[in-house]
C-alpha cells in the first residue's frame, strides 16, 4: 500500500513504436501508449480501429511486425503470454461449460502447478471478492450472464496478475447488468491496484472508468487524456464527434488571447471560447457546442443563463421530452442543425416545434480547435 492508502499492485505497461500489419493492411501504426502502474487506461475507437490488435501485442498473443513491449520498464516482446503475468479477460470468452466455477477458478493455478491448499484458499478469495462465495459449486450455465462475466474477471485476477487486460467485457450484457459491472470493475481496481486496461467502443464506459481514455482510429491513437481532457478540449473534429454528442459550426479565427479565440462563422456571428494551442488567426477552425452546455429561450422572452456568449436566432424542428431532460433539434438560419438539451425545470414555458427561440452559448461553452484533424493526420504521417 502507497501513503496514500491506495494499493499499487500494478506494473507499468507500454507499446513503443509498434507496428502490426497483416499482409499490406496496416492493423496498428506505430503506436506509442504509456501506461503507469496502477492507472486505469480505456482504448475507445470503432469496430476495426486496432483495439484488440492492441491489447493481444500485450497480452503477447499477437506478435507485432516492429517495435517493442514493455513491462514494469523491462522489454517483454520476445516473452510468450504465460510468462508475462497478465489476466486476459477475451471478449466473448466463454467459461469451460464442463467445469464448476471453482474448477474454472483453480484452472489457471494448476497450470501453474500451485499447491491444493493454496488454490483452494485464492478460490475462495476471489469468489469473495466478485461476490460468488456461495456459487463455486454451479456450472456456467446455472449462473446468469453478469455472474458469468464476473467468474471470468476473477479467473483472470486468480494469479495476482499485473496488470488486468479485458477486451469487450461487457459487451455482451444489457444496459442494468452493464452498469452494474462497471461499478464492479471500478470498485476492484480501486481495491486491488492493479494496472488496468480495457478495450471498449462504448464511449459512456470509457468515460465513467478510465483516468485516461486513448481515442483510436485507423490503428492509431488520434488522442489520449482524461475523460474531461476528450469531452471538453478534443484536438480535432473528430475526437469531438466521435465522444459525446456534439454541435460543430466552421468558421475562420479572428484573434486569439490567453488561451481563448473568437470564431468567425459564415453568417457574421462571432463566437468567443476557449482554444486549443495550436490555433493561429486566420485559420479555419471549428466551435464545439454540447447540447446541455446551450440555452434556449422564445424569442422575445428573457433567458435565465447564460448571461453572456453569442446569441443566435433558431427555430424549433421537434423536440424529445425525455423527463429529466428535453431535448431539442433546433434549425439556424442557413438550415444548419443543432441538438439542445435542456435540463426539465418544470417551467410552463418551454419552447416547442415550431417556435422561433433564441440560442444562448455562454461564454464558457464553446471549445475552438482545428477544423482538420491535424494531429491524426501526423500520427498517419510518423507511420508512413
Ligand atoms: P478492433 O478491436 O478495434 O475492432 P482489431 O484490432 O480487431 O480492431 O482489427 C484492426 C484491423 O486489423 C481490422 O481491419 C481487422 O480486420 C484487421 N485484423 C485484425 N486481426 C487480423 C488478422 N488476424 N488477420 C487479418 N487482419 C486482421
Ligand atoms: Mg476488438
Avoid at 12 to 28: D, F, N, P
Avoid at 261 to 268: D, I, K, W
Avoid at 358 to 376: E, F, I, K, N
Wanted: with cysteine; net charge neutral.
Amino acid at each position: 500500500m502507497s501513503t496514500s492508502g491506495k494499493p499499487t499492485g500494478g506494473a507499468s505497461l507500454e507499446l513503443r513504436g509498434i507496428t502490426k500489419t497483416y499482409g499490406r493492411a496496416a492493423a496498428v501504426r506505430n503506436l506509442d501508449l504509456k501506461i503507469e502502474a496502477g492507472e486505469f487506461v480505456t482504448l475507445l475507437g470503432a469496430s476495426g480501429s486496432g483495439k484488440t490488435t492492441s491489447l493481444m501485442m500485450l497480452a503477447g498473443f499477437v506478435e507485432p511486425t516492429s517495435g517493442q513491449v514493455l513491462i514494469g520498464g523491462d522489454t517483454v516482446t520476445a516473452l510468450a503470454p504465460a510468462q508475462r503475468n497478465l489476466g486476459v479477460v477475451f471478449q466473448n470468452y466463454a467459461l469451460f461449460p464442463h467445469l464448476t466455477v471453482a474448477q474454472n477458478l483453480a484452472f489457471p493455478l494448476q497450470m501453474r502447478h500451485v499447491g491444493k491448499p493454496q488454490i483452494a484458499a485464492k478460490v475462495a478469495q476471489l469468489l469473495d471478492t466478485v461476490q460468488l462465495a456461495d456459487k463455486g459449486q454451479r456450472y456456467p450455465r446455472e449462473l446468469s450472464g453478469g455472474q458469468q462475466q464476473r467468474v471470468a474477471l476473477a479467473r483472470a485476477l486468480i494469479f495476482d496478475p499485473r496488470a488486468l487486460l479485458l477486451d469487450e467485457p461487457l459487451g455482451a450484457l444489457d444496459k442494468n447488468l452493464r452498469e452494474h459491472m462497471q461499478h464492479e470493475i471500478k470498485a476492484l481496481h480501486t481495491s486491488l491496484g492493479t494496472t488496468m486496461v480495457l478495450v471498449t467502443h462504448d464511449q459512456e464506459e470509457a468515460l465513467t472508468l478510465s483516468d485516461r481514455i486513448a481515442v483510436m482510429h485507423d490503428g492509431a491513437i488520434a488522442q489520449i487524456g482524461s475523460p474531461a481532457d476528450l469531452y471538453e478540449r478534443p484536438v480535432t473534429r473528430w475526437v469531438a464527434e466521435f465522444v459525446g454528442q456534439s454541435n460543430l459550426l466552421d468558421g475562420v479565427i479572428e484573434s486569439i488571447d490567453a488561451g481563448r479565440a473568437t470564431l468567425r462563422l459564415p453568417n457574421g456571428t462571432a463566437l468567443g471560447g476557449a482554444c486549443a494551442p495550436s490555433l493561429r488567426i486566420g485559420e479555419r477552425a471549428s466551435a464545439l457546442l454540447r447540447p446541455e452546455r446551450l440555452a434556449l429561450s422564445r424569442r422575445g422572452e428573457a433567458s435565465v443563463a447564460p448571461a453572456a456568449g453569442a446569441v443566435i436566432d433558431a427555430t424549433v424542428i421537434d423536440s424529445l421530452y425525455l423527463g429529466h431532460t428535453v431535448k431539442y433539434t433546433v434549425a439556424l438560419a442557413d438550415g444548419q442543425r443543432l441538438a439542445v438539451q435542456l435540463s426539465n425545470t418544470g417551467n410552463a414555458s418551454m419552447p416547442v416545434a415550431g417556435d422561433a427561440v433564441t440560442l444562448r452559448t455562454g461564454v464558457q461553452s464553446a471549445w475552438l480547435m482545428a477544423a482538420s484533424p491535424a494531429a491524426h493526420i501526423s500520427s498517419l504521417e510518423r507511420a508512413a
